[in-house]
C-alpha cells in the first residue's frame, strides 16, 4: 500500500491528432521509493504518448490501465487531458484533480478549450496545473479556488479625489498630533 503524498508521475494534454501541446513528469528527488527511472528521454516520453492516445482518442471511458500506469483522462473539444500515476493510486482522487484543473481552465477560458486558445493562455493554464499538483502531490481539487488563484486581478477602479478639502483635513490632522507631541514633552 503507498502511503506516499506524490501521487501523480505526469500530466499530458494532447490534440486531436496526438500531439503533446503540454506534457509535465514529475520525478520529486524527495519520494519514498527514490527518484523514478522510467520515460526520462523524450524518446520514451513521445511514444508512451502515442500508444496512450490510441488507447483514448475515441471517448467513452474515463480510466484505463496502460503500460502499468494509471491514466485517468478527459476528453474536451480537440484536447485530451491525462493524468498518470502509477497502478495502485486512488482513482478517485486522481479523477477529482483532473475535473477540478478542466473545470477551472474551462472558467478561465470562458468555455473556450481547444488547442489555440490553450496555447494563447498558456500561462494561466500552466499556473493551473501549478496550483493543482504541485511536484506530484495533488494540492487542491477545488476548481474555483484554482481560477480564483489564477486569475488576473482586475485594476481597482476607485478613484482617489484629492481636493481642498481633504488636504485641509490632512493638516489638521498633522498640526494636531504634533501639538499633541510637543504637549508631552
Not at 8 to 20: K, P, Q, S, T, Y
Not at 25 to 46: A, C, F, I, N, V
Not at 66 to 86: K, N, Q
Request: hydrophobic content about 40%; aromatic content about 8%; charged content about 25%.
Amino acid at each position: 500500500m503507498n502511503l506516499s503524498l506524490y501521487s501523480v508521475n505526469a500530466f499530458l494534454i494532447l490534440d486531436a491528432e496526438g500531439h503533446r501541446v503540454l506534457a509535465k513528469y514529475y520525478r520529486p528527488k524527495g519520494h519514498p521509493q527514490g527518484e523514478s527511472k522510467d520515460l526520462l528521454t523524450l524518446k520514451d516520453q513521445r511514444a508512451f504518448e502515442k500508444g496512450l492516445w490510441q488507447k483514448t482518442k475515441k471517448p467513452g471511458a474515463d480510466i484505463i490501465l496502460y503500460d502499468g500506469r494509471l491514466a485517468v483522462f478527459r476528453h474536451s473539444l480537440d484536447l485530451i487531458f491525462y493524468i498518470i500515476s502509477g497502478a495502485t493510486e486512488n482513482e478517485i482522487m486522481l479523477y477529482s484533480a483532473l475535473t477540478a484543473f478542466s473545470d477551472a481552465v474551462h472558467l478561465l477560458l470562458r468555455n473556450q478549450v481547444e488547442k489555440r486558445a490553450v496555447l494563447e493562455n498558456l500561462d494561466m493554464v500552466l499556473l493551473c496545473l501549478d496550483e493543482t499538483i504541485d511536484d506530484g502531490i495533488i494540492v487542491e481539487t477545488d476548481s474555483t479556488t484554482i481560477a480564483s488563484r489564477v486569475s488576473r486581478p482586475k485594476a481597482d477602479t476607485t478613484e482617489i479625489v484629492i481636493n481642498e478639502q481633504t488636504i485641509m483635513n490632512a493638516y489638521q490632522t498633522v498640526r494636531e498630533k504634533v501639538q499633541q507631541r510637543i504637549q508631552q514633552l
